[in-house]
């Protein structure tokens, strides 16, 4: 017995020392730069806001979302190093879209760091493009997916988000005017009507039935797994099925419905798309299906007889059937629908922008309302969502896995503003995210930074200094998706409607406006709960 206590002490020491000797390493590479020692990894967004402040163990008031620029004002530099004491990695943090920039174009140096949780966790519906490691791996998701971005998608995409807006004005009761109450909830609902008609080619009611029965329907089952997300990405699937509770249980259920209407589909729209194909005359080519997972298919099949040609049949290409409803699934739609709240409630504020987009809009249409042609002109009404984006940067951190020793450049500044840059030597195996939300904010690229300026969004050189959708091979390939979407829907809203705030009794002009800004984090940046008062233009 006493051999046993021995051994597992000896286990445990050899642990220890480890630990140890790869933590002292950690202190060691970080000295010289602006540090935050934290025991736990607090960087990992989703749950930092809600910690308690606990300093040197768990700095979280560090992570203010807020004001994202004030550690890098306090250390008086744009870069700032993290130890924690759970990853044997030195972690970094740049708030400087210069480098942020230089890091993106360099893939190869600057990989995804898909162990973190955030990437396992997504992997739940199968492996897919987001998750998925730079190189070899990314291009054969990506030959795939790129094929349900085209313009008869985006075409869509544009009168779907029009059709299911003006449902919603009636299930709101805001049609003739009136207070829209719970803007979150319902663009969240809008956004996801949209992914049930383009993604999927489907028609759902405002609001989704419950029902009971073995398989969920298509609707209900996203509805229900996009409701519960960080529970179906924190749990494993067993936990949610074996459950005391039926409302957990019916999350599994979701889950496995999902999955399972998304398969028969793939294999249903295949198979008419190869007799489509079939049929064909030599020199025709099929229709491109109109909605997402029809195009998702037919991409597949064209990246397969492509790659059948070049290197033979025996060749694997494009992607497994799991991982296209892995691709299909993650499409989202809180992304579209949180910049949409965020957009309204800046417009709200400052409505001397609605006026700028509704004359926009008249000088382009003459009066009336706006179609996906007019989309190219409508640029102060993106320039709006751009900036909202820049002010309330959803995504909020871009993690990148150095694949090799790089020199990074930095810059320090001095009482007066006087700015010296520098570069820095980061090892192999560092961790260095972008932080985006500081990076948006940086007076030394923004001017006035903390101010609503869509007029800088109207300036390209501007407007590619901004991280929101990140750039480079790991860009948001749904960002002309997301554009349309929102353009779409806040043309149609401003030609139809002035709206305001609604402050609470006694509230003043500061406090409402933090409240219509300030946004938690559930995943992404969430707008919180806030009104606003619509009437019905002339
Ligand atoms: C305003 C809304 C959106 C914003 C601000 C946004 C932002 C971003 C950002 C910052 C990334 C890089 C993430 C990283 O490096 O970890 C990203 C990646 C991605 N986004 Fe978006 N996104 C939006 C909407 C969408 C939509 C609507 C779709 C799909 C329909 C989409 C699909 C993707 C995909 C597939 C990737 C991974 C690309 C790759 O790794 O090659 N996004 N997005």
């Known amino acids: 017995m006493h051999h046993i206590y ?112 955030r990437y396992v966790a997504i992997d739940i519906f199968g492996r897919q493009i987001v998750s998925c490691q730079t190189g070899a791996e990314h291009k054969r998701h990506k030959s795939v997916v790129k094929g349900c971005f085209n313009e008869t998608i985006m075409r869509g995409v544009w009168d779907a988000m029009v059709q299911t807006q003006a449902m919603m004005w009636g299930e709101v009761g805001v049609r003739e005017g009136g207070v829209w109450k719970d803007i979150e909830g319902s663009t969240t609902q809008l956004t996801l009507l949209v992914i049930g008609k383009i993604g999927f080619g489907q028609e759902w009611p405002w609001r989704i039935a419950e029902t009971g029965g073995k398989i969920l329907p298509l609707d209900e089952s996203l509805y229900v797994v996009t409701h519960s997300m960080f529970a179906q990405l924190v749990a494993p699937l067993w936990l949610l099925k074996y459950n005391p509770f039926a409302s957990v249980r019916r999350l599994a259920k979701a889950q496995t419905s999902l999955i399972h209407h998304i398969m028969s589909m793939i294999a249903s729209r295949g198979a008419t798309l190869q007799a489509e194909t079939n049929i064909l005359t030599k020199g025709d080519k099929i229709k491109p299906p109109s909605d997402v997972l ?52 800046y417009l709200a504020l400052y409505p001397e922008h609605q006026e700028k987009i509704l004359q926009e809009v008249d000088g382009i249409t003459g009066g009336s309302l706006p179609t996906y042609r007019d989309m ?37 500044w001095d009482a007066s503003g006087q700015a010296t840059t520098h570069t820095r030597l980061l090892k192999a195996g560092s961790h260095l995210i972008i932080d985006s939300p500081a990076c948006q904010r940086n007076p030394f690229t923004w001017s006035d930074p903390t101010a609503f300026r869509p007029e800088r969004m109207l300036d390209d050189s501007q407007k590619g200094l901004s991280t929101g959708f ?20 806040i043309t149609h809203m401003v030609k139809e409607y002035k709206f305001e705030p609604v402050p609470l009794e006694g509230e003043g002009r500061m406090e409402m ?17 806030w009104d606003l008062k619509m009437t019905k233009r002339a």
């Open 376 to 412: 190219p002109a409508l640029k102060y009404a993106l320039a709006c969502i751009h900036e909202s984006i820049r002010l309330r940067d959803i995504v909020m951190t871009l993690p990148k896995l150095l694949a090799e020793d790089c020199h990074l450049p930095y810059t320090t």
């Open 6 to 117: 021995v051994l597992l002490g000896g286990v445990f020491a050899a642990y220890f020392l480890k630990w140890l000797a790869r933590y002292i390493s950690v202190r060691l590479q970080v000295r010289g730069l602006p540090v935050i020692h934290s025991a736990i990894e607090v960087m990992e967004a989703g749950h930092r806001s809600a910690l308690p402040h606990i300093p040197g163990i768990v700095p979280a008031r560090k992570y203010t979302l807020d004001d994202p620029w004030k550690k890098y004002a306090d250390a008086q530099s744009d870069l700032i190093a993290c130890t924690q004491a759970t990853t044997p990695y030195a972690v970094y943090l740049t708030s400087n879209p210069h480098v942020a920039l230089s890091v993106s174009a360099k893939p190869a140096q600057y990989l995804k760091p898909t162990s973190m949780f």
């Open 294 to 345: 029809g195009a998702i298919v037919a991409s597949q099949m064209d990246v397969v007889a492509e790659s059948k040609l070049k290197a033979g049949e025996k060749v694997q290409a494009g992607l497994t059937p799991e991982e296209i409803v892995g691709n299909v699934c993650m499409a989202g739609h809180e992304t579209s629908a949180h910049v949409i709240g965020f957009t309204l409630a």
């Open 470 to 489: 990140s750039s480079g091979q790991r860009a948001c390939i749904g960002k002309r998706f997301a554009e349309v979407e929102m353009v779409a829907f």
């Open 513 to 529: 406006e933090k409240r219509y800004l300030e946004g938690k984090e559930v995943l992404n940046l969430t707008p919180g709960k």
